[in-house]
């Protein structure tokens, strides 16, 4: 199996007629495509469009299924962390601090199950931190469609308290509303 991570970064730089050859060949049967993506396709496609990106698919309609990833629970959490032999301690704050979002958790545990982490000690509490902080800065980087900022500070808002109805209606249009209001209703 071989894996292109990342396959819009590479859209500018590849001729359309590559990119319709590849859509041939996963329609043939001969490539299968899984697409992760943070939006409904059709917000990707007007982000995109906006950016200068060529998109030359359609919705991924015909060919690909489509699911949205929801935070984990903090027994599921402990499950993964189990399953790639890291303390449960370490997953555990791997759940805190991600708040159950999967890239950010798994890039958490990850770094642990690497560095062998035994221990939640305060220095390995702050490269925890850091590993998902890292992680999260694009997930916060897609919670606006550029040039706009309301979202983000909806987010804080609503977080502090501060016009928490006007920032609850701003949410509650976002493709994320399920995610982002699940905790203040």
């Not at 990342?6 to 590559?18: E, G, N, P, Q, T």
């Not at 030359?56 to 690909?64: F, L, M, N, Q, W």
């Not at 599921?76 to 950010?104: M, N, Q, Y």
Request: proline content about 5%; charged content about 30%; aromatic content about 8%.
């Amino acid at each position: 199996m071989f894996v292109i991570k990342r396959f819009h970064k590479i859209l500018d730089v590849l001729d359309k007629a590559v990119l319709s050859d590849l859509r041939e060949a996963e329609r043939s049967g001969l490539i299968r495509t899984v697409v992760i993506t943070p939006y409904p396709h059709a917000e990707l496609k007007d982000r995109w469009r906006r950016r200068g990106h060529v998109f030359t698919v359609s919705d991924y309609g015909d060919s690909h299924s489509q699911w949205t990833p929801r935070p984990l629970e903090a027994e599921e959490a402990t499950a993964f962390g189990d399953a790639c032999e890291v303390e449960r301690c370490i997953a555990e704050e791997a759940w805190e601090l991600s708040g159950g979002i999967p890239e950010p958790l798994a890039d958490a545990v990850g770094y642990a199950m690497r560095r062998r982490m035994t221990e939640l000690s305060r220095e390995n509490r702050r490269s925890l931190r850091a590993v998902v902080e890292a992680s999260l800065r694009r997930f916060v980087r897609w919670l606006d469609a550029p040039p706009d900022r309301g979202v983000r500070q909806a987010v804080v808002d609503l977080s502090y308290g501060i016009n928490a109805g006007r920032a609850t209606i701003i949410l509650s249009r976002h493709p994320w509303s399920g995610v982002l209001l699940e905790d203040s209703e």
